[in-house]
């Protein structure tokens, strides 16, 4: 006897609260919509629907977008095959864009996804009910927008009287009646961070001696956990601490800072001082970086994925240079990779030979040029260089690894002596280069500067750039043959587009 029981048809139930208010209650929004839905699916089970027993919440997360961990985790459910229909107490739980709403019903009819919206019956088999839930969608985008406007309106006024208009509370204050109170035991916390930064003057310093007194971010009673803080300090989050004129006990909108109702915690004169240290360190480091000559810079990591940055030190008055992991740049010894700190000289050098051997590169290409044109990024471990190349290198696969051996620290290279110049060899050599493809292209060696690039494996543009060396005048040359040039002079200050005229050369390169 055949069964005349309808066919069991999965219901996932998505539900949906843009903010966290309320979420901390024994019985919130998200309940309420899952328990409506379930009400819904039960009344449907003659037709063989049946709720599943999966939770699909996303706590604190606008309907903008689809960027929600719930609705993701959904999406890929569907795509398994796990569910036939989708229940939502009302569509805007779904989504409050046109735009994505289209996406979904795409995704949904490319599985036959039924979708119900318990509070708004409609059915999306038919164009007409597309239209109904096309216009409501379009209401309620432009209600959000509209919403949107009227809250930053009323937040830009309120910031310009003083007030607190919500967020994130910051260390130091509590949140009572609408307004920023201090907390007596985080105020101090506050000003033991900016009184040892004037102290310590340095981010690393600070970080460790954080550390050491048990000082970490502010700890929110939040569900969501990526909100609860009270983890310690790195670099980013420290220095956007140190810069917040909250604790002057302003407001700001808009990069403008009003004052505020709420008291101070730190008093003008060390943030004054702070912001002092802090804009020093930055041209330091800009100084430091654009100096610092490395031709791995961006593309060198460690093999736990930090970004190993150029540093130096100087000794007896020779110059050292490094790559350093940002790990170790921002205190976390323990998150770097097995080399945490390397020679610039050997990565860099170990890296040219490899390539120039590899990939059989002309001699008279500059190193500088070579990991410019063939390295996209190089991750560096203990045993091993592991190097991604450029489209330029054609070459089957664009992935090459090098044996590699960490040598002692007390080995590393010598690139420059602070008590006597030395001609850069990287402008020597490019201006020796220049003058021999100016010459090959006299002699008629080859037609063209494609001919020429193509010959040294270079692109033309970066070929008729190079060229330009063999043009300068002769007293800019002789100066750099003999390491007489100024200090600050250095194949990347050189412009792409040097004047023709010797005077305006040397007026433009500081002779």
Not at 461 to 486: M, N, S, W
Request: aromatic content about 8%; glycine content about 6%.
């Amino acid at each position: 006897m055949a069964s005349n029981a309808p066919k069991t048809l999965r219901c996932a139930i998505y539900t949906r609260k843009s903010t966290e208010h309320g979420l901390e209650l024994e019985f919130n929004s998200l309940d309420a919509q899952r328990e409506a839905c379930e009400s819904y699916i039960k009344s449907q089970a003659s037709l063989g629907w049946k709720a599943l027993p999966q939770l699909y919440d996303d706590p604190a997360f606008s309907g903008g977008n689809l960027e929600r961990p719930a609705l993701q985790r959904l999406l890929k459910d569907i795509d398994a095959g796990k569910v036939d229909v989708v229940v939502v107490y009302k569509i805007d739980r779904l989504t409050r864009s046109l735009a994505d709403f289209a996406k979904l019903v795409e995704a949904f009819d490319a599985r036959s996804i039924s979708f119900v919206a318990v509070t708004q019956q409609f059915n999306t088999t038919t164009s007409m009910g597309r239209l109904t839930l096309n216009v409501l969608l379009s209401f309620a985008q432009f209600e959000r927008e509209l919403s949107s406007e009227r809250v930053r309106d009323k937040v830009a006024a309120s910031r310009r009287k003083g007030k607190w208009t919500g967020g994130t509370v910051p260390l130091g204050y509590e949140a009572r009646d609408k307004k920023l109170v201090i907390n007596p035991a985080e105020a101090e916390t506050v000003r033991i961070i900016f009184r040892r930064y004037v102290e310590l003057q340095s981010f690393g310093r600070l970080v460790t001696d954080l550390d050491k007194r048990g000082i970490v971010t502010k700890r929110r009673n939040t569900k969501v956990k990526k909100f609860n803080g009270g983890i310690p300090f790195t670099y980013g989050p420290l220095a956007h601490f140190l810069k917040n004129r909250i604790y002057l006990g302003e407001t700001g909108h808009g990069g403008k800072w009003y004052p505020g109702e709420h008291k101070p915690i730190v008093d003008r004169k060390t943030f004054d001082k702070v912001q002092e240290l802090l804009a020093a360190g930055v041209n330091k480091r800009r100084v430091k970086r654009s100096d610092s000559g490395a031709l791995l810079i961006g593309k060198l990591f460690d093999d736990r994925g930090n970004a190993m940055s150029p540093s130096f030190s100087s000794k007896n008055g020779a110059r050292y240079r490094f790559y350093v992991s940002s790990a170790i740049l921002r205190g976390r010894k323990t998150a770097a990779g097995s080399v945490a700190r390397v020679s610039a000289t050997d990565i860099e050098q170990t890296l040219i030979n490899a390539l120039r051997q590899r990939l059989k590169i002309d001699q008279a290409v500059l190193d500088a040029d070579i990991i410019g044109a063939y390295v996209a990024r190089a991750e560096l471990s203990s045993r091993a260089v592991k190097i991604n190349t450029t489209p330029a290198a054609k070459i089957r696969s664009n992935k090459l690894s090098i044996p590699w051996q960490v040598r002692k620290p007390s080995s590393a290279s010598v690139v420059e002596a602070n008590d006597e110049r030395q001609p850069d060899a990287k402008l020597v050599q490019a201006i020796v280069r220049a003058h021999a493809w100016l010459r090959d292209l006299q002699n008629m060696k080859f037609d063209t500067a494609e001919a020429l690039a193509a010959s040294v494996k270079l692109h033309p543009k970066l070929v008729r750039q190079e060229l330009r060396y063999a043009f300068l005048a002769p007293a800019i040359k002789e100066a750099i043959l003999t390491g007489d040039q100024p200090s600050a002079l250095s194949l990347a200050r050189i412009p792409k587009n040097l004047p023709l005229a010797w005077s305006k050369q040397c007026r433009t390169l500081g002779f």
